[in-house]
């Protein structure tokens, strides 16, 4: 079967329930943070996201198709250093923590995986 939407993708499911997750959790998060950490790790987490419907959609050009999962990636890296921060700052519970970092390690394997394969998606 022909993946036709960046949508059916495990990757992106994947990284648009981790971003849920995220939101929800930082809804508890002190109203100091507003601006700041919060708006840092929603950012970021939906970026990953964006960044892979728009590798998608550039599939048919390798060097921009790798561009936008490296951007994706870039942007998963960055959610896991909010998640440290979060943690230390004792705003998340390690559980928790754990497993959104584990889910970012997957998807940065999985990014990293398609960005070694661009043939792969092509059409």
């Not at 970021?44 to 490296?70: G, H, M």
Request: net charge positive.
């Amino acid at each position: 079967m022909k993946i036709r939407s960046h949508t059916e993708l495990d990757v992106y499911k994947i990284s648009f329930n981790t971003a849920m997750t995220i939101f929800e959790l930082t809804k508890t998060f002190p109203e100091e943070e507003k601006f700041s950490l919060t708006d840092q790790i929603r950012r970021s987490s939906r970026s990953v996201c964006s960044n892979l419907a728009e590798a998608f959609r550039k599939r048919k050009y390798p060097k921009s198709f790798i561009a936008k999962l490296s951007d994706s990636e870039g942007e998963a890296a960055e959610t896991q250093v909010w998640l440290d921060f979060s943690l230390k700052c004792k705003y998340i519970g390690q559980d928790d923590y754990n497993k959104l970092y584990q889910n970012y390690e997957n998807i940065i394997g999985k990014l990293v995986s398609m960005s070694l394969q661009p043939e792969k998606w092509s059409y």
